[in-house]
């Protein structure tokens, strides 16, 4: 399972093409993260270790602060047999409005070989007014991999002003996952137009955000995914669902503020944590 270096293509145009692409192998005890290329406004930080943990975490940082007109991020991610990592974001992905009505574009590739864990928990995609949006996460793993993995969508800036709530152009969103080469999970939001984008106030019930955990291990015990129905009974301006279809468990959250949304997607990550990674869910550090 390879994924061949990306490289940066001399016709992109610099500030609005960002690559961030990386490979995770394991050195001694730990796993270490090493950039095979990137190009900015994507910034590569050096990786930590909390807690003095084996796995590293990576911080995926776009300078320029959000997408305009076109702009096209892609990340990038190998991660060899036995690697262990975890991904996430230092602030939510902005998309402006597009007045020349160009489509910008956030793509994520995760690869992850034999016996690799593989976290993603990036904030939330956050469409303006008048913005064109385009979002893809493919993550491919082997049958031996394990996975926790979140997505998020919020309706647009709704506390600016008196709200910019559904009034984004079009969006177009997938979170793909394949065990082996075989696609288990396609979830995708096709939204073409305005009209289809303001029905989703009426599909969402009243909702402000929408947030899904895709999670996957072999050896998943029986009945943990019975633990996040029980969760779900307990929750206030959130309602969640879960299902699972053998070792795969897929959770969907609405709820009405961000925070609350982050706080259920840490809830669910606290119950499956232990599960998928073998170590218990604590906080991450974004400094």
């Known amino acids: 399972m390879r994924l061949d270096p990306l490289q940066p293509h001399p016709d992109w145009i610099v500030g609005k093409y960002a690559l961030m692409n990386v490979e995770a192998s394991v050195h001694g005890d730990k796993t270490k993260i090493r950039p095979v290329c990137w190009r900015i406004p994507y910034q590569w930080q050096p990786t930590h270790y909390q807690n003095h943990d084996d796995q590293p975490y ?29 991904f996430t974001t230092t602030a939510s992905s902005k998309f402006y409005k597009c007045l020349d009505g160009k489509v910008s574009r956030e793509i994520v590739d995760i690869v992850a070989d034999k016996n690799s864990l593989v976290e993603y928990l990036p904030d939330e995609a956050i469409p303006f007014e008048r913005s064109k949006v385009q979002r893809i996460n493919r993550i491919s793993l082997h049958r031996t991999s394990r996975l926790f993995a979140t997505d998020m969508i919020s309706a647009g800036r709704i506390h600016f002003g008196d709200g910019e709530i559904f009034k984004f152009d079009s969006l177009t969103s997938e979170f793909q996952v394949s065990i082996d080469g075989r696609t288990v999970v396609l979830d995708r939001i096709d939204l073409p137009t305005l009209q289809d984008v303001q029905a989703l106030y009426r599909l969402w019930c009243g909702y ?80």
């Open 208 to 287: 402000l955000h929408m947030a899904t955990v895709f999670s996957y291990a072999h050896d998943l015990s029986s009945g943990v995914e019975d633990k996040i129905f029980e969760l779900g009974k307990k929750l206030e301006n959130s309602k969640i669902a879960v299902s699972r279809i053998d070792n795969f468990i897929t959770v969907r959250i609405l709820s009405k503020e961000t925070w609350q949304a982050h706080e259920v997607l840490y809830s669910i990550w606290e119950i499956l944590r232990p599960e998928i990674a073998y170590k218990e869910a604590w906080p991450i550090m974004k400094c």
């Open 58 to 86: 990576m911080l995926l940082l776009n300078s320029s602060g959000g997408f305009v007109e076109g702009d096209v991020s892609q990340f990038h991610a190998k991660i060899e047999e036995g690697a262990r990592c975890l």
